[in-house]
């Protein structure tokens, strides 16, 4: 199956701080990326839809100024957590599929992000 | 509204028996299934799908799911469980002809193998 790699695994931070998270597909493109939340012994929360070239759209109750979405490329989108709080700490998932509404989507590894 | 249902919050097999993890689905027509497996602090691994054909379909590591369209369900099964099938269970559906639309999840099911 197709390969999407997150960046990092995880990561600390200070209150206040930002933090970044990287998601590829190493051997396809990927038009579309999803970005998910996971609490812990809780089921995937859909935060947003990543589309390459324009606006993400964000689930409702997603701030979409503390959570920013870019995907720049076939291959790359990014989640950033803008002033991050201890709340925002969570295990961060993104997701990529290949055209067509019968294929699977593929997971990354996802990011557990832990703020002080 | 799509939504997906899985009855169990917890599943405990003895190692080398049968298993199953129950999923419903309320979706119009027939939709795309979905089973995915998750293992702790990892992310979600696929094991297989419905698209069409054959109701029961294989998938990765041993398990199967039955696809019954009368009973709206999709149930994963093995017919002998492992200790190392001790994971979550995710099941999801996608609508026809909905394009790149993100996978609607259950809310999960915990897999225990006991040896």
């Known amino acids: 199956g197709a390969v999407v790699s997150q960046h990092p695994s995880w990561v600390i931070c200070k209150s206040g701080t930002s933090v970044k998270i990287e998601c590829r597909s190493l051997d396809f493109q990927a038009t579309t990326m999803f970005w998910y939340r996971q609490f812990p012994k809780q089921s995937l929360m859909l935060m947003a839809t990543s589309n390459e070239g324009s606006k993400a759209t964000y689930e409702q109750g997603v701030e979409k100024d503390k959570f920013l979405i870019n995907h720049a490329s076939l291959t790359l989108s990014t989640l950033t957590v803008t002033s991050a709080h201890p709340e925002d700490s969570s295990f961060y998932i993104c997701?990529?599929?290949?055209?067509?509404?019968?294929?699977?989507?593929?997971f990354g590894p996802g990011t557990r992000l832990t703020v002080l | 509204a799509q939504s997906v249902a899985q009855p169990e919050d917890q599943v405990n097999v003895a190692e080398g028996n049968p298993l199953t993890v129950k999923c419903t689905y309320s979706v119009s027509g027939n939709p795309y299934l979905f089973w995915y497996v998750q293992y702790p602090n990892r992310g979600l691994q696929f094991l297989l799908k419905y698209i069409t054909g054959d109701n029961l379909v294989k998938g990765s590591y041993g398990f199967e799911a039955e696809f019954n369209k009368s009973q709206t369900s999709f149930h994963l099964k093995k017919p002998s469980a492992l200790v190392s099938d001790s994971a979550l269970y995710f099941c999801a559906v996608r609508p026809r002809n909905s394009g790149n639309t993100p996978l609607v999840f259950g809310k999960g099911t915990r897999l225990s193998v006991i040896a």
């Open positions: 997701s990529a599929s290949l055209a067509g509404d019968y294929n699977e989507q593929f």
